[in-house]
T-cell receptor
Framework: KNEVEQSPQNLTAQEGEFITINCSYSVGISALHWLQQHPGGGIVSLFMLSSGKKKHGRLIATINIQEKHSSLHITASHPRDSAVYICAVSQGGSEKLVFGKGTKLTVNP | NAGVTQTPKFQVLKTGQSMTLQCAQDMNHNSMYWYRQDPGMGLRLIYYSASEGTTDKGEVPNGYNVSRLNKREFSLRLESAAPSQTSVYFC??????????????FGSGTRLTVV
């Protein structure tokens, strides 16, 4: 069993819809990261969370440490949000990451 | 621009050839990493360096060596390339800061094909 599981694997939405991507992990963590990878491959860090909630523009990330679960929400989705969203965790005193396999999001106009 | 610079962007090697992937960051981060990304799998750690002068193996280190030349630079060497090393390679750096919005910065990736 992977230490980091994401759902869904693929997600198609219409422009304007509210999007939720989920991440569950099975180990104790020091931080959880949400990353975005566009076609063409570059990876961009969106959030690093150790508790609670963070917001940046239309993106919101939440984490529930007790339930070992995090969600990434996108409000008012747009075709430019189409990308692969990756959840990753770091454990203990290390900054090394263990990655989920990603969620491919397609937002249609 | 501040960030992680990774070269080359593309490379084709013949089996048995050697090459070095270069990575440099100008954000004064202590930790640097090399990851590989393969279809259907999450990124996997090859080697990392928690600070200048130290390196440690990650999940998939076989067939690779690394050098942390100084705080800025962390190179990955394939001594004798194999088709199984065909992958996209990402260098990254990080800073331990729980007040930061994000702690990781990635290079743009190297698409390596071994034939």
């Amino acid at each position: 069993k992977n230490e980091v599981e994401q759902s869904p694997q693929n997600l198609t939405a219409q422009e304007g819809e509210f999007i939720t991507i989920n991440c569950s992990y099975s180990v104790g963590i020091s931080a959880l990261h949400w990353l975005q990878q566009h076609p063409g491959g570059g990876i961009v860090s969106l959030f690093m969370l150790s508790s609670g909630k963070k917001k940046h523009g239309r993106l919101i990330a939440t984490i529930n440490i007790q339930e070992k679960h995090s969600s990434l929400h996108i409000t008012a989705s747009h075709p430019r949000d189409s990308a692969v969203y990756i959840c990753a965790v770091s454990q203990g005193g290390s900054e090394k990451l263990v990655f989920g396999k990603g969620t491919k999001l397609t937002v249609n106009p | 621009n501040a960030g992680v610079t990774q070269t080359p962007k593309f490379q084709v090697l013949k089996t048995g050839q050697s090459m070095t992937l270069q990575c440099a960051q100008d954000m004064n981060h202590n930790s640097m990493y090399w990851y590989r990304q393969d279809p259907g799998m999450g990124l996997r750690l090859i080697y990392y360096s928690a600070s200048e002068g130290t390196t440690d193996k990650g999940e998939v280190p076989n067939g690779y060596n690394v050098s942390r030349l100084n705080k800025r630079e962390f190179s990955l060497r394939l001594e004798s390339a194999a088709p199984s090393q065909t992958s996209v390679y990402f260098c990254a750096s990080s800073i331990r800061s729980f007040t930061a919005n994000y702690g990781y910065t990635f290079g743009s990736g190297t698409r390596l094909t071994v034939v």
